[in-house]
């Protein structure tokens, strides 16, 4: 059995701080940068495209480096990388709820001078702007943006359930006709996928998460977000394997016709449309239910940053790379060849896109009205307590009460709060 990715950070995270204190004694050039990213889909050639295109413009040579899809494990690479105060990184990806810790830790290069706070939050998306933008300067580029979706089985469901009660009724009636067929996938592993799940189920059934800069995590609505996860599980209404499962779980067990409804980020559509897929033209997309009506998403996506660390020199090149790979034409070549969300506005009226993509296209109004998880510099130092508490609450292993007690007191802790 190969070992989990939880199992495999210690070391690589102590190989990270190697790499770290090595590049401390970097000599590369100004036109030699480096670029790490979290691979986009299966076929490369799209994105390599894209970074040659930048190296025949600019005479500058980009080395391509892949994080680990998993999005905790990423982050945990490029904190202890730039912690260790290493110089073997230039440009670096971000995710939505990283750049607030970073930029506090002073690990960002400010990009307000090449890009205006008022002209990203013009330019792009108000979500993702608002994340980029901290104290009134630029810290990061928003690259593209995800979504939660609900994904249906049109041949058997007439119409998206809004609510939780139509959902469950939903799969019950479907059941009857697809007998053995599960119900409701989703992210239940004990990772930030949970938190999304969690999050979404918590605007659901009409709460927040956020007070100031204290996260708010022992409240009723977040009680009754978490016990109506529990309740999918125990109530049959979704497979116990979602406790386990993370987007690529759903997405093939949706993909092979094994579900009836699935939770996931645009990403899944193209894959969905596969010739090779069971589900091909069977596929409906849908906002969240929620307890009265349809609920927001979370809001995904990732930012490219350039680092703090860079040399002046270097630091130019990195910044043009950055509005390299954020311009309108990389929008339109993530959106058609990944099925990523673009992160500026204009790219949803780009005529490539509308022809080439009309699903993302037409999903504007979905990731405009996406919800940002908790924009606070204690939010990644909080999560992992969370998603352990989460994650004995769907398990069954702690009642919601007591796991999201638990949670607050660890996140009052971490962030200073007295109770």
Not at 7 to 17: I, R, T
Not at 44 to 56: D, N, Q
Not at 89 to 114: K, Q, Y
Not at 152 to 173: F, G, Q, S
Request: some cysteine; charged content about 20%.
């Amino acid at each position: 059995m190969l070992p989990s990715l939880r199992a495999l950070a210690p070391l690589l995270l102590c190989a990270a701080l190697a790499a770290g204190c090595r590049a401390r004694e970097d000599t590369r050039s100004a036109d030699r940068l480096v670029l790490r990213y979290q691979p986009l889909g299966p076929d490369p050639a799209p994105f390599r495209a894209l970074v040659a295109a930048f190296e025949r413009e600019s005479g500058v040579e980009v080395e391509v480096q892949a994080l680990p899809n998993a999005a905790d494990l990423a982050h945990q690479l490029l904190v202890t990388s730039l912690g260790a105060g290493g110089q073997d990184v230039d440009v670096f990806v971000l995710d939505v709820v990283w750049v607030a810790e970073l930029a506090r830790a002073g690990w960002l290069a400010d990009l307000s001078d090449a890009f205006p706070p008022a002209r990203v939050r013009e330019e792009f998306l108000a979500g993702p702007a608002g994340a980029v933008v901290q104290g009134g300067r630029t810290f990061a580029v928003p690259w593209y943006v995800d979504v939660g979706l609900l994904y249906y089985r049109k041949d058997l469901v007439p119409e998206p359930p809004r609510t939780y009660a139509a959902l469950a009724a939903a799969i019950r009636a479907a059941r009857a006709e697809a007998p053995g067929i599960a119900g409701f996938l989703w992210q239940g592993r004990q990772y930030e996928g949970l938190s999304c799940n969690f999050f979404e189920a918590l605007w659901g059934h009409g709460g927040a998460a956020l007070d100031g800069d204290r996260l708010r995590l022992d409240t009723p609505a977040a009680r009754e977000a978490l016990g109506h996860l529990r309740r999918l599980v125990a109530d049959g209404l979704s497979p116990r394997s979602v406790v386990t499962a993370a987007e690529e779980d759903a997405r093939r067990a949706f993909q092979e016709g094994r579900a009836v409804f699935m939770r996931n980020w645009p990403y899944a559509w193209p894959l969905l449309q596969d010739p090779a897929s069971k589900v091909r033209g069977k596929v409906g997309v849908a906002p969240l239910p929620g307890a009265d009506g349809p609920a927001p998403g979370a809001l995904g996506g990732w930012q490219l940053a350039v680092s703090s660390r860079a040399p002046a020199a270097r630091r130019a090149a990195a910044i043009r790379l950055v509005a390299h790979l954020t311009s309108p034409d990389a929008n339109a070549v993530l959106a058609i060849a990944y099925g990523r969300n673009p992160a500026r506005h204009a790219s949803y009226e780009d005529p490539r896109i509308r022809a080439e993509a009309p699903f993302i296209a037409a999903l504007l109004p979905r990731v405009e009205a996406a919800r940002a998880r908790p924009v606070t510099p204690y939010y990644m130092l909080a999560a992992d307590a969370l998603q352990g508490e989460l994650s004995a609450a769907v398990s069954g292993l702690r009642s919601p009460a007591e796991a999201l007690a638990r949670a607050q007191a660890q996140a009052d802790a971490i962030a200073g709060v007295e109770r």
